[in-house]
């Protein structure tokens, strides 16, 4: 096997539409496997996920790690003859990728453990579902609040200069501009109204964030009191017992997710359900619950307590929390514009 680990980011979704067309397609390879997935906690992927899939199935799994945006240019540029079986990628990019007909929908009766997971988690359009999932909410300093802050407590002069906001380009920052939208506009469509009110409340804005060991650092240093994030990042430093907590919104509550994605033209596409099947069993998601706090989407598998005691009753069922999976279509149709609105008008 051969291992490539570089950085993750499930972030930027700023890149060129142009394609290229390749030779083509080579013919099936029923014994490899080339998985393109993220750089963030490669090892442990590759021996408490990968490793077993090669002992319960025979085929040799080859991991291809980097962040979101150059694997999907990858995968664009070798569309006409890929070099990945499956692209583990985050929702954002998955859309975006399925938009510019990269990827192939799933044979339901090939991967028959998506009958077992939450209905957020399966796509609409009949791709590939979600393997796991985050939530869009609050981070925030216990020792500085007596509860929860909402997400109007960023626009409180009194905390000026003590909070962080996503960047647009990160994985919160398209969610939390639909809740500010929702808060303020006329519901999470009205952006105009969100950018305005991001823009006016910049002076409050100690930091715009694009990475969470920045944001965390941030909050456990107590140069930051609050910010709106992911209930991932909280889990560490939860179990480490840092006075940092986790809240869901109070308006605009939403889910964000990686999928594992069947690349069309795949050289495996045989086992490629396989592994996408193997993910969404429920063993498989403990195992990364387990492992890397990944939330399972199967409704059938364990949730561990270092979760719930961050994220409480929504790990088990988020849509009953009130969380739904935010607009991605209006997301990659607005990216450019709404990557070049933020910069000018909210963080530049």
Known sequence: MRRLATTTAATLLVLPLAGCAGSAAGEQNPKKLTVSTFGFGADLFEKNIVKPFEKETGIDVEVDSGDNAERL??????????????AMLS????????????????DPSAVPNVKSIHDFAKNQDGYAPAYTYQLLGMLYRTDKFDKAPGIKDLWNAEHKGRIAVPDISTSAGVPFLYATAATYGSGPEDTDTAFKKLAANSPNVLKYFSRSTELVSLLDRGEVEMAPALDLF???????????????????RYVVSNTAQLVKGAHNKEGAER??????????????????????VNEDARIPAEITKVVGDAATDPAAAGFTVPDLKLAV????????????????
Do not use: C, M
């Not at 240019?73 to 499956?86: A, E, F, Y």
């Not at 929702?91 to 799933?106: C, N, P, S, T, V």
């Not at 909280?234 to 605009?252: F, N, Q, Y």
């Open 73 to 86: 240019t990858k995968l664009r540029i070798n569309r006409g003859n890929p070099t990945v079986d499956v």
């Open 91 to 106: 929702d954002l990019f998955a859309q975006r990728g399925q938009e510019q007909g990269l990827f192939d929908k799933i």
């Open 234 to 252: 909280a889990i560490d430093p939860v179990e480490a017992g840092k006075p940092i907590a986790w809240a869901p919104l109070d308006k605009g």
């Open 275 to 296: 592994f996408i099947n193997y993910l969404l069993s429920a063993k498989v998601q403990e195992k990364a619950a387990a492992t890397f706090h990944d939330k399972p």
């Open 333 to 348: 149709k607005n990216n450019d514009e709404w990557v070049d609105r933020f910069q000018r008008e909210v963080s530049g």
